[in-house]
DNA sequence: AATGAATGAGGCTTCATTCAT
DNA sequence: GATGAATGAAGCCTCATTCAT
C-alpha cells in the first residue's frame, strides 16, 4: 500500500533529522512507522535506496513549490520575493524536511540522480539571475556565487529558527527578505 | 606524545568530513593517523571525547583568528571586512576544519561545553551589531537574525566554493563581502 | 522460538561452568548453540541478562524440586532427609547446573532479582529448623549458622564428587544424609 | 624491592576477590598497588603467573598455620579443635585471601603445581580421620568424603559471614565447632 | 629497576539484510 | 504482501603484554 509506503518515508525523515543517515538503524525506522522491517524491505531495496527516495521526494516538493508560484512576467523583483517566500512556506510548513535536504551532509550516500535534482533549483536561480543582470538590477558577477550567498543566508536563517535561536514573525519575515535581495541588488 | 594526538585530530578530521561521524569508524582514523586502535583510545576516551575535542580545537581556532584580528577601534565598516577577512582567510587555509564545523550538523554527539563554544563567535557578532544599529548604520531588527543571515551566506559562499561551483579569487571574494554587508547595511 | 532459548541457556551453563562468566565469550556461546550471536542478542539483550536468566532458571528449578517433595506434616527428621534427598538428586540429575549455581561467586554480575532468589530456599530452611530448636530436636543457636553450615557441608560433598575427589554411592549418600543431620541434631 | 612485590599481591588479591580472575585487569592492580604495568611485570611475567603466586602464597599460609598449630600427640578431638580453630582464626584474620581461596574456582588458570598444593592440607587431614576410625571414635566411611563435608561446612559457615548472613561471636564459634565434629563423630 | 605509552588481537554488541512462515 | 527471528560482518572498546626511556 501507498500508504505504508509514506509512513515510512516519514518514520526515515523524523530519525534522519534527529541522528543522521548512519546514525540511524533500518530496524528503528520500521518500528516508528509501525511496519515489520520486512515490509520496510518489500518498499525499499535498501537503506540507501530509502534514503534517496526520501531526499528527491522532499526535493521535488520544495521545487514543486517554488515553480508553482513563479510569476513568469512579473519583474525580478516580484519573482524574487515569490520565490524567496514559497521556500520560507515550504520550510516553515515542513521543517523537518527542510532540515534534511539543507542542514544535513549527504554526499557519502547520495547517488547520481539525487545529486542531479540537488541543483536543478539552484540552477534555475542562477539562470533567473544572469538576465537581471543585464537589466542592471543585479550586481555583476558571477551569478552562482550570488545565488549561493543567497540561498545561504536563506539555510542560516532556517537553521537559526529551527535551533530556537532567532524568531521568525512576519515583521523578521519581510526583514530577511529585504536583507536577501539587498545581498544581489545593484545600489542604486 | 602530544604529536601523536596532533595525528589522531588530523586524521579524525579527514574522515569526519568525508563520511560523517556516524560513517567513520574508528579503526579507519587510527589506521590514517598511522598508529594503533588502542593508541588512540589511550589519548581520548570514546569516539564521543574524539569528536568533541576535534570540534573545540577548531572553533577555538577560528575564534581566535578573528578575535586576534577584531580592531576594536575602526569604525563599524572596517570591523566587519576585518572579520569577515578572517573568516575567509581561515575557511580557504583550513577547508576541511572548516567544512567539518559548518557543513555537517553535530547536535547528536557535541556536548554541552562544545555546544556552548559554538555560539561564542556568533555572540560576540551580534553584540557588534547592537552597537552599529544604535548609531543608524545597520538595519534595525533582531540582531541575531541579521548575523545569521550574514554568517548562513559566508557558509554558503565557501560551501559553494568547497563543492566546485563557485570561483573564489580576489575579485569574487571584494564582490561577496560588499554583498555580505549589505545584507545588514542600511540603506542610506 | 523457545527452543533455541533453551539451546542458548544450555550453551551457557557448559560454557559459565568450565571457564567461568568473565573468561567465556559470547561468540563462544552462541557456536556451541548452535546460533548465530545476533540471535543470542535476540534473546537475551546481553551478557549479563543472560547470566542473570540462566541463574534463575535453576535456582527456580532446584527450589521447586525441593517445595515439590517437601512433607509438610511429617516430623522433622523425615523432613530433613527429603530435602537432602531433593537437593541431592538435583545435583546429581544436573551436575552442571549445580555446579553452576553453588561453586561459582556470582556477586559481581547478579542483579537484585537474582540474588534474591538466592536467598529463598535458605530462608525457608532456616524457618523450618526454628519450629525443630523449639522442639528441642535440633541444637540451640542461629539457625541461619546451622543451616549455612548443613548445605555448606552438602555442597563440599558434591564439589568433591564433581572433582572426582569422593565417591557417591548409595552407601556414602546415606553415610553423608546422616552426617548432614548430625550438624545440627541436639545430642541425646 | 620485596616490598613492592608484596604490593602487587596485595592489590592482586584485592581485585581478584571483587571481580575475578578475567574479570580483573592487569594496569587495575597495578595502580592499585600504586606501581607502573612494567613494574608488575618485572616481579610477574604474566597474569596467570601472578595469579598463581598469589594462590600459592596463601595456601602456603594457611597450610603453615594449621600445621604450627597441630598438636601431634593430643587426643584425636583436641587435634579437631585446633586445627578447626587454626583454620577459623586465619579466616577471620585474613577473610579476603580465604575468600579468595575457597570462595572461586580457579581451576581454569591454576597450573599443576598450584593443584596440587591445593589437596595438601585436605590429604592431611582424611590421614587423621583414619586413624581416629580405627579407633572408633570417627564415622566409618571414606574419610575424603567425611573431611570434605566437615570442610564445605566450614567453608559455608565463613562464606555466611563473608556475606553478611551469619554472626560469628565466641559462642557461635563453639557451636560450629561442635557442629563439625558431630558431622565426623561417631555417636556413642 | 621502574615506567607508561603503544599495540592489536579479541571481547561485547549492533545492524543491514534475508527468508521461512 | 507482511512479518520478525535469524544471521554474521563490522563497529566500539578493552586489555595482556612489550619496549624505549
Not at 501507498?2 to 534522519?16: N, P, V, Y
Request: aromatic residues 10%.
Amino acid at each position: 500500500m501507498a500508504e505504508r509506503r509514506e509512513a515510512i518515508l516519514d518514520a526515515a525523515l523524523a530519525c534522519f533529522v534527529d541522528q543522521g543517515f548512519h546514525g540511524t538503524a533500518v530496524p528503528q525506522v520500521a518500528k516508528r512507522a509501525g511496519v515489520g522491517v520486512g515490509t520496510l524491505y518489500h518498499h525499499f531495496a535498501s537503506k540507501d535506496v530509502l534514503v534517496n527516495a526520501l531526499f528527491r521526494k522532499w526535493k521535488e516538493a520544495i521545487a514543486r513549490a517554488v515553480f508553482t508560484a513563479f510569476p513568469p512576467t512579473a519583474p525580478i523583483r516580484e519573482q524574487f520575493r515569490v520565490v524567496w517566500g514559497a521556500m520560507k512556506d515550504f520550510a516553515l510548513a515542513h521543517p523537518d524536511a527542510f532540515a534534511f535536504l539543507e542542514l544535513h551532509h549527504h554526499a557519502s550516500y547520495l547517488d547520481a540522480e539525487s545529486q542531479a535534482m540537488d541543483n536543478r533549483l539552484k540552477d534555475f536561480t542562477a539562470t533567473m539571475l544572469t538576465q537581471a543582470q543585464a537589466d542592471g538590477i543585479v550586481k555583476a558577477g558571477p551569478p552562482t556565487l550570488l545565488m549561493e550567498l543567497v540561498f545561504g543566508a536563506f539555510v542560516g536563517m532556517i537553521r537559526a529558527h529551527w535551533e530556537g535561536r532567532a524568531p521568525l514573525g512576519p515583521d523578521e519575515q519581510d526583514l530577511a527578505e529585504q536583507a536577501c535581495w539587498d545581498i544581489i541588488a545593484e545600489r542604486i
